[in-house]
């Protein structure tokens, strides 16, 4: 690799790790951090790593079997934030890293620093919840930390099938049976995915006489590791006390599986725009070219960009537009239905607050779509010719590549659909899934026909565009509500302390104001009127009760 594109590569990675650095240190400890910050089920502070030892372990019978997680957390919050800030950077970082690999099939950079970029914006855009599973230390530590060893775990078995990886040695034995406890003692449903993969390919290789001994290696620390988190006798505690219909259990792969795959959006857009440029060198190979037609220029092409500018003027402004649309759905919808209950009301003030931040979002991912099928020639006309000369199976058949990211996308779902034996599937637990289907994308772009197509059409150049827009403003927007958080949460903190000082047992705050849990998740963080959130709170300062004054 040339030095120009080493520097290039430390550039991204160092961008993306300076990024979640400043995310997470204006993060504060909130919500279930504070039970995790002392020894589990007590109120004693963790002020040794024996304690950290002691609260692992009372978690692991009295709560869960993510033994590996849980122990990571406790360890963080005892050496101070500003180190946990640091690791939680860096995990993100490696994930980058690991979809990267996942998609080249190769453990180097020989795929420059563009492919990378664009798995650490498509990391930032897609995963559901992001403040609540990549930046809140709760629960990043059950899913970025999760997903890290399990991606690390499953690499060798990936590039041995690609054969690019022929290593085999006692040290990497060990490695893989040490690294294969981890993965299997992580998060439930990707804990099973990496014992079926590691043992299915490990099986693979045996019936070809090409089996490695780190291969079953691995496969004997991963079932270790999830016998290790699943007969967990907290599990079965948490089991008892949870609803177990198995409809609920169906209807929850719905949801999950839906809002997942909006999360999804611009990397689907991406894939198919990718998709349209392998159909097309199945129809070169025909002697079919596309056919010139002339782009629309009506008036209904400035339809598009003209709501974005209304809503973009709207979401720096007063939020006229939400505001007319909640007032408007108010009065014709919920009250004629008499849904107009507290409860009701407040949840559908707070969708609406987030209501614009998500539209811009959409539209701007909607108008450069439209933008680069202008570039590629995708008219109508041209995609009914692709779609009636280059049939899906052509494109599987001439592209490795292409059979490859189907095969992980299929994985994707198989990690979604495992979440079907727990009583809630909650969408931030489809992040590894996010996570496989991101490598599988970023799969497509590694195709050579893609790339070039991409040059010869510009389209390189729009998506880098789109991808600045949509990131910048998603990026902006979390930095200043975070800030906000920052601020607001250090001023309570000192509140409480001093109240604690004092010998009161219950402190009252003013609300927030802003519902700082926005559309689209960047930041996670939830008012002392939760139950949840003042628990772990009162324990830690002392306190009896938080009330909240929202006069």
């Known amino acids: 690799m040339k030095i120009e594109n080493?520097?290039?590569?430390?550039?991204?990675?160092?961008?993306?790790?300076?990024?979640?650095?400043?995310?997470?240190?204006?993060?504060?400890?909130?919500?279930?951090?504070?039970?995790?910050?002392?020894?589990?089920?007590?109120?004693?502070?963790?002020?040794?790593?024996?304690d950290v030892f002691t609260s692992a372990h009372r978690h692991y019978f009295l709560h869960g079997g993510r033994m590996m997680t849980v122990f990571g957390l406790d360890l963080f919050l005892y050496l101070g934030k500003r180190w946990f800030d640091i690791a939680n950077a860096?995990?993100?970082?490696?994930?980058?890293?690991?979809?990267?690999?996942?998609?080249?099939?190769?453990?180097?950079?020989?795929?420059?620093?563009?492919?990378?970029?664009?798995?650490?914006?498509?990391?930032?855009?897609?995963?559901?919840?992001f403040g609540e599973v990549a930046i809140w230390k709760s629960g990043s530590t059950v899913y970025l930390w999760s997903a890290v060893p399990v991606l690390l775990f499953l690499?060798?078995?990936?590039?041995?099938?690609?054969?690019?990886?022929?290593?085999?040695?006692?040290?990497?034995?060990?490695?893989?049976?040490?690294?294969?406890i981890v993965a299997g003692w992580s998060v439930e449903n990707f804990a099973v995915t990496a014992v079926i993969v590691s043992a299915g390919c490990t099986f693979y290789f045996f019936r070809r006489g090409e089996m490695k001994p780190w291969m079953a290696a691995g496969v004997l620390g991963a079932v270790l590791g999830f016998l290790g988190l699943l007969l967990a006798p907290g599990n079965f505690v948490r089991y008892d006390q949870q609803d177990h219909g198995i409809l609920r259990h169906f209807s929850n792969q719905l949801a999950g599986n839906g809002e997942m795959i909006l999360y999804l959006l611009p990397a689907i857009l991406l894939a198919l725009i990718a998709w349209r440029f392998l159909q097309r060198e199945v129809l070169r190979g025909k002697g079919i070219s596309f056919v010139a037609e002339l782009p629309r220029?009506?008036?209904?092409?400035?339809?598009?960009?003209?709501?974005t500018v209304l809503i973009l003027v709207s979401y720096f402004t007063n939020s006229f537009v939400a505001r007319a649309i909640h007032d408007t759905l108010l009065a014709a919808v919920l009250t004629p239905l008499h849904y107009t209950d507290g409860k009701t009301l407040l949840h559908w003030s707070n969708l609406m607050k987030g209501f614009e931040e998500v539209a811009v979002y959409w539209l701007m991912v909607f108008l450069f779509y439209g933008r680069v099928k202008e570039k590629c020639g995708l008219t109508p006309l041209n995609i009914r010719l692709l779609k009636?000369?280059?049939?899906?199976?052509?494109v599987l058949q001439r592209f490795p590549a292409v059979r490859y990211s189907a095969a992980?996308?299929?994985?994707?779902?198989?990690?979604?659909?495992?979440?079907?034996?727990?009583?809630?599937?909650?969408?931030?637990?489809?992040?590894?899934?996010?996570?496989?289907?991101?490598?599988?994308?970023?799969?497509?772009?590694?195709?050579?026909?893609?790339?070039?197509?991409?040059?010869?059409?510009?389209?390189?150049?729009?998506l880098r565009n789109g991808a600045a827009v949509l990131g910048i403003f998603t990026f902006a927007a979390a930095s200043v509500i975070m800030y906000k958080v920052y601020q607001a949460d250090a001023l309570r903190v000192q509140w409480a302390k001093e109240a604690a000082a004092a010998g009161q047992e219950v402190v009252t705050f003013p609300a927030y104001g802003d519902d700082f849990n926005r559309a689209l998740r960047h930041v996670y963080y939830e008012d002392y009127d939760n139950k949840l959130t003042k628990d772990g709170f009162c324990k830690y300062y002392g306190l009896k009760d938080v009330l909240v004054d929202k006069k």
């Open 90 to 129: 860096l995990f993100f970082t490696a994930l980058v890293v690991l979809i990267y690999f996942h998609a080249c099939r190769r453990a180097s950079f020989e795929n420059g620093a563009g492919l990378l970029a664009v798995a650490g914006v498509l990391s930032w855009l897609s995963f559901p919840h």
């Open 155 to 180: 690499l060798p078995y990936n590039l041995s099938l690609a054969e690019s990886m022929k290593k085999s040695s006692v040290l990497l034995a060990v490695g893989m049976f040490l690294l294969g």
């Open 6 to 50: 080493k520097g290039k590569i430390l550039l991204v990675l160092a961008g993306i790790f300076l990024l979640m650095f400043f995310l997470n240190a204006l993060m504060p400890i909130h919500r279930d951090d504070y039970d995790y910050s002392m020894i589990w089920m007590t109120t004693e502070h963790l002020g040794s790593l024996q």
């Open 388 to 394: 009636e000369n280059a049939k899906p199976s052509e």
């Open 297 to 307: 220029r009506g008036w209904k092409r400035f339809l598009l960009p003209g709501f």
């Open 408 to 462: 992980v996308v299929l994985l994707a779902f198989f990690n979604n659909f495992v979440m079907i034996a727990a009583p809630t599937f909650p969408v931030r637990a489809t992040f590894g899934s996010v996570a496989l289907i991101l490598a599988a994308i970023c799969a497509l772009l590694v195709i050579p026909e893609v790339q070039q197509g991409m040059k010869k059409t510009e389209t390189g150049r729009m």
